[in-house]
C-alpha cells in the first residue's frame, strides 16, 4: 500500500501535483528549520468548495504560527487517503490533519499515525475510531440535518413531499446529516419523503439526479441537499423544467454561490459551517499536540442558518 512520496509530490514543502492540478493556488515554502513544526494534512478532496475554504484557513494559521505544511489530496479516496498518513510518517511530520473520507474506510489512516506515535487532529469529518484521535474539530452533523428540515417544514407549513440529496454513502457527514434530516421529519406526520439518493456532494450529479426525480412524475414541495453544491444543481434542473415557484431548495455551507441563490430567492436558506474555524482550530491543535502539550479532545464549532434575513452579513468575509 505504501506508494512513493516523491512520486506524489513535487517535493517535501511543496503542495501536492494533485492539489496543483485542480487549480488551487500553491505556495511553495522555504525549507523547515531544525526546530520548526512539520504538519501533514490529507484533504478528503479538493474538488468540493468547501474543502477549498477549508485548506484556505489551513494555510492561513500555518502561516501565522510559522509551521510548515505537506498537503496531500485523496480525491475522495479513502485508500489514497491511507497511503498519504504513510507517506507522512515515513518522512516524520510532528503531527498529522485528517479530513477523511470515509468513516469507516479512512479510519486505518488513524491507526497508521497511533503506532507510529504521530499525534493527528481529525477536522471536519469523522472516523469510525474517533476515540482513538488525540483531537477533533467540526461541526455537528445531526443538528445541520435537524436544522435543514426544520427550516423547510417552516417553509411548508409542516407538509408536503420532500426529496433529499445525500453525501456519499458512508462518509460521516452524509450519515448524520440525513439521521437529523429524518428525525426532524418525523415529527411532522404531514411530511412525506418521497426519494433519496447520493449526489455525492457534486453539483453536476445534483442536477442529473434532480432531473430523475423531476421526471418521475410525482409531485415535489421541496428538496433537503445535505450540501450547497447539490442543492445549486437541483436548482438548475428545477429552473429548467419551470418548477422555481412550486419547489423549495435549501443546502449546507453558505459558498458563495449558495449565498447569492438564497438573496436572490433560489434557494430559501443554507446552512453556515464554519471553514475558517475548523481549519485555524485544526492547526493550533495540531501544533499544540506536537509540542507536547495536552488538548480537548472534541471542538464543536456551531451552524448557523442563512436566509434572505441576514444573508448580507454572511455575504460579507466573501
Request: glycine share 8%; with cysteine.
Amino acid at each position: 500500500m505504501m506508494k512513493s512520496f516523491l512520486g506524489r509530490s513535487l517535493a517535501w514543502g511543496l503542495v501536492s501535483t494533485a492539489v496543483l492540478l485542480l487549480g488551487v493556488a500553491g505556495c511553495q515554502r522555504n525549507a523547515a528549520s531544525p526546530h520548526q513544526i512539520v504538519i501533514g494534512v490529507s484533504y478528503q478532496n479538493l474538488q468540493n468548495e468547501y474543502i477549498i475554504n477549508l485548506q484556505h484557513a489551513i494555510r492561513a494559521e500555518a502561516k501565522k504560527l510559522h509551521v510548515k505544511l505537506v498537503e496531500l489530496d485523496a480525491r475522495g479516496h479513502s485508500s489514497s487517503q491511507i497511503s498519504d498518513v504513510e507517506d507522512f510518517a515515513a518522512e516524520g511530520v510532528n503531527a498529522i490533519i485528517l479530513n477523511a473520507v470515509d468513516e469507516q474506510g479512512s479510519a486505518p489512516a488513524v491507526d497508521i499515525a497511533i503506532k507510529d506515535h504521530i499525534p493527528i487532529v481529525e477536522v471536519n469529518t469523522l472516523v469510525a475510531n474517533l476515540n482513538k484521535v488525540d483531537a477533533y474539530v467540526g461541526s455537528p452533523d445531526i443538528k445541520a440535518g435537524r436544522m435543514e428540515a426544520k427550516e423547510i417544514m417552516k417553509v411548508l407549513h409542516g407538509r408536503g413531499n420532500i426529496v433529499i440529496l445525500q453525501g456519499p454513502y458512508g462518509s460521516s457527514a452524509e450519515v448524520q446529516r440525513t439521521q437529523g434530516i429524518k428525525q426532524e421529519l418525523a415529527t411532522f406526520p404531514q411530511a412525506h419523503i418521497i426519494a433519496e439518493h447520493t449526489a455525492n456532494w457534486e453539483r453536476s450529479q445534483g442536477l442529473s439526479v434532480m432531473e430523475n426525480f423531476l421526471a418521475a412524475g410525482r409531485p415535489i414541495n421541496a428538496v433537503i441537499a445535505e450540501n450547497d453544491e447539490m442543492a445549486l444543481g437541483a436548482c438548475e434542473a428545477i429552473a429548467a423544467a419551470h418548477k422555481q415557484k412550486q419547489i423549495a431548495v435549501m443546502g449546507i455551507d453558505a459558498i458563495p454561490d449558495a449565498l447569492k441563490a438564497v438573496e436572490n430567492g433560489t434557494m430559501v436558506a443554507t446552512i453556515y459551517q464554519d471553514a475558517h474555524g475548523q481549519g485555524s482550530q485544526a492547526v493550533k491543535l495540531a501544533v499544540q499536540l506536537a509540542q507536547g502539550h495536552k488538548v480537548k479532545h472534541l471542538l464543536y464549532i456551531p451552524f448557523q442558518l442563512v436566509t434572505k434575513k441576514n444573508v448580507a452579513r454572511f455575504m460579507k468575509p466573501h
